[in-house]
């Protein structure tokens, strides 16, 4: 383990004691009920710890298959490293065969680089009890990223603004089963090109006290958002210890563009996370098959993710992948699956074997709005998310319409889901209480549970109870309204936002960032494009 401040886990665990958001606290009737439902507004849950054995679809033959394939794509075909030439130097440097962009890998060499890179890490939040573990057993749960549209609260599809990005962040610093502020949740297509990322990134530092994601737009971005951390965290502290994470993706098939290796050589230099994810739509931007999807994830993500330890020995990186399938007859990606569910899987498998945690699913759909489409396809995701053992899950909560899309009642329904998803990572309880034989020797044949003193003593905590499933009777329906969950979605968001309480920010810190962020806006001209 690289790391020097890298915690055990329970540690972190202890560390990672939920404080009340915004300084509530809920007492009495009101706590309880939160917590069967997997805790209301603010009351943050710790990160998961899964007590599950992860699902594997690859046996060793299969995996040893994979792994020498991409190996042969490395060592014969070659990934580009375009508009780049001090990356070029560096492999050159490292014993890479170089013919142009082109560079071709002798077997082994990634993997030997990697061998410096942590198993497991801490990011640090500004509040420490929101900080998590990326790695081994643990699983964190972070918003949508990247949509340029949202679907608001009333029913309105529209381009994306600063407000709603300020929202969704709220959102996510309330919502209890979401352990990380994420990125960009949507594009705020209302300020300027290449201003918005000061607005974004403060917004996550401001309104959140959660781990948060970096700007990789541009790599002058990413060293925006660096010295913006600098402030919110002291530079030495930066550059000892991973407070942001920063989405890389390769330019599938085979590419790295001068953008995603500029943003991550600023993060790596500072000892800041890369996730390093291949962008894949099977079928297009990869073979059509399972295997032959993963022999080119893997080579992508051995060259992309070695190339952060070119850069620092030590500096934390992720495998990630994004893996979708595409209609064949029209082109549009879909979502929930069989053949990506077989990808992410394996692709797991191929993490492990590397000792680098790994990134992948969520809660994706290709639905237009929250309806039935959309939750069996996001189920379908997010199952698969939890059971292949990812430490890092994007676009958990908020996703719609291929990514086009954040919209309010999905991730209000998401993030319901995330619940009910931490719940079942807690495995079987078999303690004296899990066990229950004090409540079966006490009801005896033929009776019921439900007075027994075991079940009033568990009876609060004993199942997880969804904010906003409606499992009452149909007259009952009737008589409140008829609600469909985009309804009741609709609601619980809007009193969320309208109890919203932003943590506490030291106020000098505050006036800091502010300084820095005019400071640097006012140094160049609006561009929107």
């Known amino acids: 383990m690289a790391h020097p401040d890298t915690l055990s886990t329970p540690e972190l665990v202890q560390d990672a004691a939920p404080e009340a958001g915004g300084g509530r606290r ?82 082994g060499l990634c993997r030997e680089l990697l061998k410096t890179a942590p198993e497991v890490f801490t ?29 608001d609260l009333d029913g309105e599809r529209r381009y994306a603004t600063i407000e709603d990005f300020r929202n969704f962040v709220k959102l996510a610093y309330m919502a209890p089963a979401l352990h990380h502020s994420g990125g960009t949740v949507c594009e705020p297509v209302d300020v300027p090109v290449n201003k918005r990322h000061f607005d974004m990134v403060y917004s996550h530092m401001k309104y959140s ?55 991550l050589k600023v993060y790596a230099r500072n000892n800041q996370a890369c996730v390093v994810s291949p962008f894949i739509l099977a079928g297009a931007m990869s073979p059509v098959t399972v295997a032959g999807t993963l022999t080119q994830i893997l080579a992508e993500v051995l060259a992309g993710a070695a190339f952060t330890q070119l850069i620092r020995p030590g500096a934390p990186v992720l495998f990630g992948t994004f893996a979708a399938s595409i209609s064949m007859q029209s082109g549009a990606p879909t979502f929930g699956t069989p053949e990506p569910a077989l990808v992410s899987y394996g692709a797991a498998q191929l993490a492990r074997r590397l000792k680098i945690p790994f990134r992948t699913g969520g809660s994706l759909c290709g639905s237009k709005v929250p309806d039935a489409q959309a939750a069996h396809e996001s189920a379908s995701t997010l199952n698969m998310t939890l059971l292949a053992g990812t430490n890092f899950a994007l676009h958990s909560a908020g996703w719609l319409e291929g990514g086009l899309v954040s919209s309010y009642e999905k991730f209000m329904i998401d993030v319901d889901q995330l619940g009910m998803q931490q719940r079942f990572a807690e495995g079987v309880d078999l303690s004296e209480t899990g066990q229950a034989m004090d409540a079966i020797a006490e009801v005896g044949p033929g009776n019921h549970y439900l007075g027994c003193a075991h079940t009033q003593a568990n009876f609060q905590q004993a199942f997880y109870r969804s904010s906003l499933a409606d499992n009452n009777s149909y007259e009952q329906w009737l008589a409140e309204g008829e609600k469909r969950i985009e309804e009741r979605a609709r609601a619980l968001c809007r009193s969320w936002l309208d109890g919203y309480v932003a943590p506490e920010l030291d106020p000098a810190i505050d006036e800091a960032l502010l300084a820095y962020i005019t400071g640097r806006k006012e140094s160049m001209p609006d561009a929107f494009t």
């Open 26 to 107: 809920g007492r009495g009737a009101a706590a309880r009920r939160a917590q069967r439902s997997g805790g209301g507004p603010g009351q943050s849950m710790p990160f998961i710890l899964r007590k599950l054995g992860n699902y594997e679809v690859l046996d060793e033959e299969g995996l040893s298959l994979i792994e020498r394939n991409a190996d042969t794509v490395l060592e014969e075909i070659g990934i580009e490293f375009r508009d780049d030439a001090e990356a070029i130097a560096l492999w050159r440097e490292a014993g890479a065969d170089i013919k142009g962009e082109r560079v071709r890998f002798p077997k």
């Open 209 to 263: 006290d959660k781990p948060f994601m970096g700007s990789v737009t541009a790599p002058e971005r990413a060293e925006d958002t660096i010295e913006m951390c600098k402030i919110l965290f002291g530079a030495e502290f930066v550059d000892q210890n991973c407070v942001t994470l920063n989405l890389i993706n390769a330019n599938s098939p085979m590419v790295f563009d001068e953008t995603m290796l500029g943003a």
């Open 123 to 151: 990011q640090h939040a500004r509040n420490p009890a929101r900080s998590v573990q990326i790695g081994g057993k643990a699983t964190v749960f972070a918003p949508v990223y990247g949509p340029p549209f949202v679907r």
